[in-house]
């Protein structure tokens, strides 16, 4: 089991770009988290998805940000005109259904 | 609001001397917590929860109802246990369907 995928590790955009982050959950998993974690914080809840569905986005962004999980393929976090308070490590987890989460390796976005 | 604080940002030790990372927690209900560990370069894992009761690589943590903590305890702790360490707390209610509130970490730092 190759564990939780995300890509890319890095991603570096300029202000107003749009940054589409990936994660591939542990085979079996059909419920993923997204978190943030900004330069000296914890990591926190951003959205919970399972397969076609938006669970909880209560802690997403109101603007520019959206999430999905479609029925095929990866999970997409879409941040659209990205600032340079996006800045950080976004990290995705998966798990069956509310059993452990299993975390991936993170991509850090960095906005020029 | 449920919060969890790791007072401490960074603790260094020697090796060889017992470690105690500190972790409160607020949360109006039953809680489920959790310690995960992150090593240099590694993704964030599962270090131990507090249900299973179980002692993981020396590491044990006991939940304390009264005093809301669930601190990370090793009697004697060595250089590979270098690492950032979160606490987490499960989030159960309203339409919450088990993200992780994290704490900010420590930084758990063991000298030789």
């Known amino acids: 089991n190759a564990g939780v995928m995300q890509n890319p590790r890095h991603l570096v955009r300029r202000r107003g770009q749009e940054a589409r982050l990936r994660c591939s959950p542990m085979?079996?998993?059909?419920?993923v988290y997204w978190y943030r974690q900004l330069p000296e914080e914890g990591l926190k809840f951003m959205v919970y998805?399972?397969?076609?569905?938006?669970?909880?986005e209560s802690g997403m962004p109101k603007e520019r940000f959206s999430a999905e999980f479609p029925k095929e393929g990866p999970s997409i976090l879409r941040i659209q005109q990205v600032v340079r308070g996006d800045s950080a490590a976004y990290f995705c987890?998966?798990?069956?259904?509310?059993?452990?989460?299993?975390f991936g390796p993170g991509t850090r976005l960095l906005v020029l | 609001a449920q919060r969890v604080t790791q007072p401490e940002k960074l603790l260094s030790v020697f090796k060889g001397a017992p470690v105690e990372l500190k972790c409160n927690y607020s949360?109006?209900?039953?809680?489920?917590l959790f310690w995960y560990v992150q090593y240099s370069r590694q993704r964030l894992q599962l270090l131990l929860r507090?249900?299973s009761r179980e002692s993981i690589k020396g590491f044990t943590a006991d939940l304390n109802k009264g005093e809301t903590s669930f601190h990370l305890k090793k009697p004697f702790a060595q250089e590979e246990d270098s690492a950032m360490y979160y606490c987490?707390?499960?989030?159960?209610?309203?339409?919450?369907?088990?993200?992780?509130?994290f704490g900010k970490g420590t930084k758990l730092s063991v000298k030789p």
């Open positions: 949360y109006s209900g039953s809680p489920e």
């Open positions: 998805l399972q397969k076609e569905n938006i669970i909880d």
């Open positions: 085979k079996g998993h059909s419920h």
């Open positions: 987490a707390l499960k989030e159960r209610y309203g339409g919450s369907q088990g993200n992780l509130i």
């Open positions: 507090h249900i």
């Open positions: 987890a998966s798990s069956a259904y509310q059993e452990t989460q299993y």
